[in-house]
């Protein structure tokens, strides 16, 4: 029997290199080995406000963006979240079993919550319906970047209690993914090395999207900071922003990180800020290409007409086992 993947995407913005090296990047090379389903996970993105037009836009982009990154949407199975109501439905179940307490040490919560005016309480319950994702699939494996981990955890917790109270396996208990850091698992911010990249970000200086032309890629990357000492090494601790450089450098060439920092030995950060731009720019340029032929009318809503099929059928036997546990009536 293959593993069961299961991850999502938010389509909160135009997906990050952070988002690419920590997950999607991943998600390619699971699906030969594993039966996939891959996920835009839209109603995430509403617990912060969303324009509708952007947002509608952004949903459409990031799907296309998952197969311009090598899924096949005939292998794995690539859908949007609102589309298999199953997740919202199951969510409201899990959010009875789940404490208050739990959710308010959440780390992700607690950033995002001190950078809005209003906190909703979708933003409180958000790692409930993360949960509810991916349970819904009996799902073995969750490839994500470091910044999940907690909400993991949660899933996990939340799995083994109600397995637990009622003494059989509803729910099978996930295992994270997650890359070490040197393997993209944490892409830090261009501007600000102890902050993660995120494409929510307030600057747009501080994250490269897959989609940013050439030219930007190469503003964005010479303007990143580094430090004063001028050489090129890896220490997370002392030099955090160049290490993060070097990450990506490694990511993109494939080179390890001792390599890289004797092939700059005695170079300054000018021209490795320069042979990384053109790494990228190349690393990204397939992508990007791919992304373009499926922005022509119609292709990505059949892929997602087929996928929300799929998701449908394999999600709904599991609500309807822990409806019927919980007490609640058949379907008529
Ligand atoms: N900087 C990162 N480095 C490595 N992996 C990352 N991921 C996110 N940022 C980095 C991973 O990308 C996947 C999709 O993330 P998400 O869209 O569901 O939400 P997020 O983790 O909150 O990502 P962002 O980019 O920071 O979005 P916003 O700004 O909307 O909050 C996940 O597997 C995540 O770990």
């Known amino acids: 029997m293959k593993k069961r993947v299961f991850s999502g995407v938010q389509p909160s913005g135009s997906l990050t290199i952070g988002n690419y090296f920590g997950a999607i990047r991943n998600f390619a090379k699971l699906q030969h080995e594993a039966d996939c389903f891959f996920c835009v996970v839209d109603l995430h993105a509403l617990t912060v406000p969303q324009d509708p037009a952007t947002l509608r836009e952004n949903i459409k982009n990031t799907a296309r963006l998952f197969i311009a990154a ?56 958000y790692p409930v319906l993360m949960a ?76 490269i999207t897959l989609l940013d032309p050439p030219d930007l890629i190469k503003k964005k990357i010479m303007s990143a900071v580094t430090d004063s000492e001028a050489t090129i090494r890896y220490d997370e601790g002392q030099k955090p922003a160049v290490s993060n450089l070097m990450v990506i450098y490694s990511l993109c060439s494939g080179e390890s990180l001792e390599a890289i920092t004797q092939k700059y030995e005695g170079c300054g950060y000018g021209q490795f ?20 032929e499926l922005s022509a009318p119609g292709v990505i809503e059949e892929i997602l007409a087929d996928g929300a099929n799929r998701a449908r059928a394999a999600a709904e036997p599991k609500l309807r086992l822990f409806q019927e546990k919980l007490g609640l009536l058949p379907f008529a």
């Open 273 to 292: 800020k320069k042979e990384l731009a053109e790494l990228l720019v190349e690393t990204l340029r397939p992508l990007q290409e791919k992304f373009h």
């Open 132 to 207: 509810a994702d991916i349970l819904l699939y009996n799902t073995d494996l969750v490839p994500v970047g470091e910044d999940q981990k907690q909400h993991l955890e949660i899933t996990r917790d939340l799995a083994i209690r109600i397995n637990n109270r009622f003494q059989e396996e509803i729910f099978k208990v996930p295992e994270p993914y997650i890359p070490p850091r040197q393997s993209g698992g944490r892409i830090m911010s261009l501007t600000d090395p102890g902050e993660k990249m995120s494409k929510s970000a307030e600057n747009p200086k501080s994250y």
């Open 70 to 125: 090598g899924i096949d949407p005939r292998v794995s199975t690539v859908f949007v979240q609102s589309q298999v109501s199953a997740h919202s439905e199951l969510s409201w179940l899990l959010e009875c079993q789940t404490y208050i307490g739990e959710l308010r040490r959440m780390t992700q919560f607690k950033a995002k919550a001190g950078k809005q005016d209003v906190v909703t309480t979708g933003l409180l319950t």
